[in-house]
């Protein structure tokens, strides 16, 4: 269980490519500025130029943020099998949830945002699923590991309460959309690299 142990928690610390991708795919924006505090997560992932009154948007690395997508949801599906033994009793809970935040996510890379109803409606089922997931797979977490992992839980549950105020900003439209979703979708990743280090400097019960 060490060696299964550790492969998970290599999983989730590798949450930090996802920083790194989105970051790469902002440097690459043309034209009218990104904005990390209006702009959604998923314009960067627009394949085609986006015009307004104001002038032209692109994401010239588009490529890049999409794979960012993809990858990340693969890993989290990769974590969740190896990882699934260390939770036996919430399993039936955890384990849907985080199946949903991994299979949103890799659809978000698949069907990226843009200018048809079709991929908008594709694309939007996705970040639900990833968000939405990703948020309520935290607070299944906190109260699964409460009792046995006194210090992860707390720290699950922290990157809960950010994740839950920034769906809560989204839903109901208060403040910059990509702050909001960034606290609801950074929490977690955040969360997978604090829980990825935590299993890898552990020592075996």
């Given at each position: 269980?060490?060696?299964?142990?550790?492969?998970?928690?290599?999983?989730?610390?590798?949450?930090?490519?996802?920083?790194?991708?989105?970051?790469?795919?902002?440097?690459?924006?043309?034209?009218?500025?990104?904005?990390?505090?209006?702009?959604?997560?998923?314009?960067?992932?627009?394949?085609?130029?986006?015009?307004?009154?104001?002038?032209?948007?692109?994401?010239?690395?588009?490529?890049?943020?999409?794979?960012?997508?993809?990858?990340?949801?693969?890993?989290?599906?990769?974590?969740?099998?190896?990882?699934?033994?260390?939770?036996?009793?919430?399993?039936?809970?955890?384990?849907?949830?985080?199946?949903?935040?991994?299979?949103?996510?890799?659809?978000?890379?698949?069907?990226?945002?843009?200018?048809?109803?079709?991929?908008?409606?594709?694309?939007?089922?996705?970040?639900?699923?990833?968000?939405?997931?990703?948020?309520?797979?935290?607070?299944?977490?906190?109260?699964?590991?409460?009792?046995?992992?006194?210090?992860?839980?707390?720290?699950?549950?922290?990157?809960?309460?950010?994740?839950?105020?920034?769906?809560?900003?989204?839903?109901?439209?208060?403040?910059?959309?990509?702050?909001?979703?960034?606290?609801?979708?950074?929490?977690?990743?955040?969360?997978?690299?604090?829980?990825?280090a935590a299993l890898l400097l552990s020592r075996p019960r």
């Amino acid at each position: 269980m060490t060696a299964r142990r550790r492969l998970g928690g290599a999983l989730l610390l590798l949450a930090v490519a996802y920083l790194l991708g989105e970051a790469w795919a902002v440097a690459g924006w043309r034209g009218l500025p990104y904005s990390w505090t209006d702009d959604a997560i998923s314009t960067l992932g627009v394949p085609e130029v986006m015009w307004t009154g104001e002038g032209s948007r692109e994401s010239t690395r588009y490529a890049a943020m999409n794979a960012t997508f993809v990858a990340s949801g693969v890993r989290v599906l990769l974590a969740t099998v190896v990882l699934a033994p260390f939770v036996p009793r919430w399993r039936w809970l955890v384990l849907p949830l985080a199946l949903a935040h991994g299979i949103g996510t890799v659809v978000v890379g698949f069907v990226p945002t843009g200018l048809t109803s079709e991929r908008a409606n594709g694309h939007g089922l996705g970040a639900a699923l990833a968000i939405g997931g990703g948020t309520l797979l935290l607070l299944a977490l906190t109260a699964a590991l409460a009792a046995r992992h006194r210090g992860l839980a707390a720290w699950t549950g922290a990157c809960s309460a950010v994740s839950v105020l920034g769906f809560a900003l989204v839903l109901v439209g208060v403040g910059g959309f990509g702050l909001a979703e960034r606290l609801a979708v950074d929490a977690v990743i955040i969360w997978q690299i604090g829980a990825g280090a935590a299993l890898l400097l552990s020592r075996p019960r």
